[in-house]
């Protein structure tokens, strides 16, 4: 038998969500107002996708056919679903009676008036990224079940912060947190949309507990497409003084970002678009003022990248229009303004939004542009592109530096690192996974770290009986705050093994090695001792105590002390046809700087998918509303995602400049190769056009480059 439920159903559907809290420790924050969300819509929906009635079910197609009989009467209200003119006064109000400007974030640094009065010349562009979703292949999906003997509720979750969703979900139901467990088993992709509290993360283990019955809810594709938090679409309106040599004087910014119907991250976007818009340049006066705007669609959160592809964008693009407005060649109007290495650690004048200056903490990002156009063969495609054009081939080159701030501003991660008696390791962690590689990348740094063998390193995560608490998966964090905590307790735990494997071997403990599961002294590889025999031993030795207690475990907690900064170049060669407006890379170049690489092949992978995601906007990955807010974009006929015959050849070379702000020496390497690629194809596109295209859209299907084309007067209609 089918049910169904609505707002005022259940006592715990009254309470909103919890959305983000107004940002305290951000220092650009003028502004930041909350619009909260019900669980279920009560009177008024504000998006299409919105949930109104939960419908219950013995099994799926039941529950779909229960589904097809709830009939709902709307009446329409205008629809907002421009964040610019949602701005103005006239503009209807997404939420009566409150303003659509729900964030406001300022940064100034020195004179930028007096720059641009004192400029050769101004180059303006605006820029503009469209909205779009992050298409992960797997959608979201909950399972809930509640024991009334113990008073505890189980959720399996395809979510990236299972502790505060146990946090949440204990909140709603009374129940003490321990009460309630979150397993979040291997997602398939998370990338930032499936971090937040949705609807049927409340609604699954409320009814769950109501029903008394075990409930499962699993999203279908459309769902994903019209509820899941959406992502970018921000408008820039750019400035950039600079002298007839090219060197860059002042940038001046106006960012409006549409947020959606409520209220989830609303200036997280706009500040970290501030702090990567001056990217690897030196900016002596820089303005930038962001304002994060509600719309009547989808809500919206960090999508990987989050603020930084839209900072490459704008920059990017503007340093092409300067190029181009003094004869100069792009390569050489990024060297002329680079940092260089020499003034590292490099201050921006930048504040992150934990509060503390930013300090760009090593690399070369000259040595990047050049190996960059090295690898591209930068030189050799320009000699040709004049001949090739003569023949009737329109070649464009491309450029876009780019910086990325990883490691978080939360607090740091949890692990533990324990040694069984029979000499097998677990490695506990407090992020779950979505393809980071983290039962390998953990296993290999605790081995590093505590000298056991690798084949007996079982790392375990996504879980929250696991560690005390976990921060969550997202920001490139992960590796910087997990893999140090992890290296931490992994020392920790040898420490003790030393001390007890030096009264076995009749040593000091300074003259214990351990590796590959054995210990020895010093010098005698040969006469060594399992590490399972020293686990053993350690259960019951009392000269443990002042280092923790008996047994080889230890549990610690990392902090990094600020976000670190990745740094790379990407470079683009394309051809364009002007009689189609098609665009086709023939050569794609990729210099990166993470720091130390914990596993290169997972770097690479890291590294490509970033790539094609970027690429999934250029080859038409947009979100699109008409003008009554009806999604028009809801399968995947109309949102089109790369295809494996979709990614071009790519040259990748990694540069390796460890950082010193943490024991790993690790850089975030998550969202970095996100952001460049529709800066750099949309800067070829322009370059085989002598730069006359206007290109304000990084979405480049031959339909929106032959209009670029025909309204330059390339093309005929």
Same mark, same amino acid.
């Given at each position: ?10 006592? *715990? ?10 940002? /305290? ?56 679903? $421009? ?14 009676? &409150? ?10 640094? !020195? $004179? ?7 400029? $050769? ?30 008073? +505890? ?72 497409? +019209? +509820? ?12 950039? #003084? #600079? ?10 910014? /106006? ?36 304002? #994060? ?6 809500? +919206? ?24 407005? %003094? ?35 090593? !690399?070369?990002?000259? %040595?990047?542009?050049?190996? &960059? %156009? ?25 450029? #876009? ?35 980071? *590689? ?31 608490? !976990? ?36 040593? &000091? ?37 002042? %280092?923790? *207690? ?159 084309? /025909? ?7």
């Amino acid at each position: 038998m089918s049910r169904v439920f609505l707002a005022d159903d259940l006592p *715990g559907l009254a309470e909103p969500l919890p959305a983000a809290r107004a940002d /305290r420790t951000n220092p650009y924050v003028r502004l930041d107002t909350p619009r909260s969300q019900l669980p279920l819509a009560r009177g008024e929906v504000r998006y299409v996708g919105e949930p109104i009635a939960a419908v219950i079910g013995p099994d799926p197609y039941q529950a779909a056919d229960a589904a097809e009989l709830v009939r709902i009467e709307y009446e329409p209200w205008p629809a907002v679903v $421009d964040a610019e003119a949602a701005m103005t006064a006239a503009s209807p109000a997404v939420h009566e009676g &409150a303003s659509n400007v729900v964030g406001h974030v300022v940064k100034v640094i !020195g $004179d930028v008036d007096r720059a641009f009065a004192a400029a $050769d010349v101004v180059v303006e562009d605006h820029p503009s990224h469209g909205r779009v979703t992050s298409m992960a292949i797997e959608t979201r999906g909950l399972c809930a079940a509640f024991d009334p003997v113990t008073g +505890s509720m189980t959720v399996w979750a395809a979510h990236q912060a299972p502790y505060h969703l146990r946090s949440v979900v204990a909140a709603r139901l009374g129940l003490p947190a321990e009460s309630v467990r979150v397993i979040a088993p291997d997602t398939g992709g998370g990338f930032g949309p499936k971090e937040g509290i949705y609807p049927e993360d409340v609604l699954v283990p409320l009814l769950a507990h109501h029903l008394g019955r075990p409930v499962k809810w699993i999203q279908t594709r459309t769902e994903f497409l +019209s +509820s899941s938090h959406q992502a970018r679409q921000q408008a820039h309106h750019a400035r950039l #003084a #600079a002298t007839h040599a090219g060197r860059v004087l002042g940038l001046d910014v /106006r960012i409006v970002k549409d947020v959606g119907a409520y209220h989830y991250f609303s200036v997280h976007e706009p500040t970290n678009t501030i702090n990567h818009l001056p990217s690897q340049y030196k900016v002596p006066a820089f303005r930038a003022e962001g304002f #994060a705007v509600v719309t009547n669609k989808t809500p +919206s959160a960090p999508y990987r990248g989050a603020g930084r592809p839209e900072a490459i964008l704008v920059v990017e693009r503007l340093l092409d229009r300067l190029a181009a407005k %003094l004869g100069l060649d792009p390569a050489e109007v990024r060297a002329r303004n680079q940092i260089a290495p020499a003034e590292m650690p490099y201050r921006p004048g930048l504040v992150y939004r934990d509060g503390v200056p930013v300090s760009y903490d090593g !690399g070369d990002y000259p %040595l990047e542009l050049s190996r &960059a %156009l090295d690898l591209l063969d930068y030189a050799g495609w320009r000699k040709r592109q004049a001949d090739l054009r003569a023949d009737g081939r329109r070649i464009g080159l491309g450029i #876009a530096g780019y910086l990325e701030a990883g490691g978080s501003v939360r607090p740091g991660e949890w692990a533990t690192v324990k040694v069984d008696d029979r000499g097998h390791v677990e490695v506990l962690i407090g992020v779950s996974g979505s393809g980071q *590689g983290h039962e390998t990348v953990f296993a290999q740094v605790c081995a590093e770290y505590l000298g056991a063998a690798f084949d007996d390193i079982r790392v375990r995560g996504g879980d929250t009986t696991l560690v005390p608490y !976990g921060y969550g998966t997202g920001a490139s964090r992960v590796a910087v705050n997990t893999g140090n905590a992890v290296a931490v307790a992994a020392a920790d735990v040898k420490v003790k093994a030393c001390r007890v494997a030096s009264r076995l071997l009749e040593c &000091a403990p300074d003259d214990v090695r351990i590796e590959d599961g054995r210990a020895f002294v010093v010098g005698t590889p040969g006469r060594a001792i399992p590490l399972a025999q020293v686990a053993r031993v350690a259960l019951s030795d009392r000269g443990l105590v002042e %280092l923790g *207690g008996p047994g080889l475990w230890a549990t610690k907690f990392y902090s990094p002390p600020t976000v670190t900064w990745s740094s790379g170049v990407h470079a683009a060669v394309v051809e364009v046809d002007v009689e189609t407006g098609r665009v086709v890379i023939l050569r794609y170049a990729i210099v990166h700087d993470c720091g130390r690489q914990l596993h290169p092949v997972i770097v690479d992978g890291q590294i490509v998918g970033g790539f094609a995601q970027g690429l999934g906007v250029v080859l038409g990955e947009h979100v699109v509303h008409d003008d009554h807010g009806q999604l028009l974009t809801n399968t995947l006929m109309d949102y089109p995602i790369p295809r494996a015959d979709d990614m071009p050849p790519l040259v990748m070379e990694h540069l390796q400049f460890a950082t010193d702000h943490n024991p790993l020496g690790v850089r975030g390497v998550g969202e970095g190769a996100t952001g460049p690629p529709t800066a750099a194809i949309a800067n070829a596109v322009a370059d085989a056009f002598e730069g006359r295209l206007d290109i304000t859209s990084p979405v480049l299907t031959p339909h929106r480059v032959y209009t670029l084309l /025909r309204d330059a007067g390339f093309a005929l209609d």
